[in-house]
Nanobody
Framework: QVQLVESGGGLVQAGGSLRLSCAAS????????MGWYRQAPGKQRELVAT???????NYADSVKGRFTISRDNAKNTQYLQMNSLKPEDTAVYYC?????????????WGQGTQVTVSS
């Protein structure tokens, strides 16, 4: 059984910062790509950022220069540092991990954490 547990969401004023964490646990052999996605009310879930096991990153244009994704492979944990937050960043943020267990390679999702940016 694999679980992804997120933490760090909350309410912040525009221009502020938040740091999200996502810890993976269970029968994990290897974690490949990790990422963050978000879904605002009435909108589809969208990619925010991804990071490979080797540290290569990819960002949505809307967050480039403001958000930084990182990971600690020893702790099976990824982070999303969000700076200069804008009201349009308000959404539920979900962490994702493509990982291998002793049985299968598949994608897992966290339960989501709310980020609200007030103007």
């Amino acid at each position: 059984q694999v679980q992804l547990v997120e933490s760090g969401g909350g309410l912040v004023q525009a221009g502020g910062s938040l740091r999200l964490s996502c810890a993976a646990s269970g029968n994990i052999v290897r974690i490949h790509v990790m990422g963050w996605y978000r879904q605002a009310p009435g909108k589809q879930r969208e990619l925010v950022a991804t990071i490979t096991s080797g540290g290569s990153t990819n960002y949505a244009d809307s967050v480039k220069g403001r958000f930084t994704i990182s990971r600690d492979n020893a702790k099976n944990t990824q982070y999303l540092q969000m700076n200069s937050l804008k009201p349009e960043d308000t959404a539920v943020y979900y962490c994702n991990a493509d990982l291998t267990t002793h049985v299968v390679l598949r994608s897992y999702w966290g339960q989501g954490t709310q980020v609200t940016v007030s103007s």
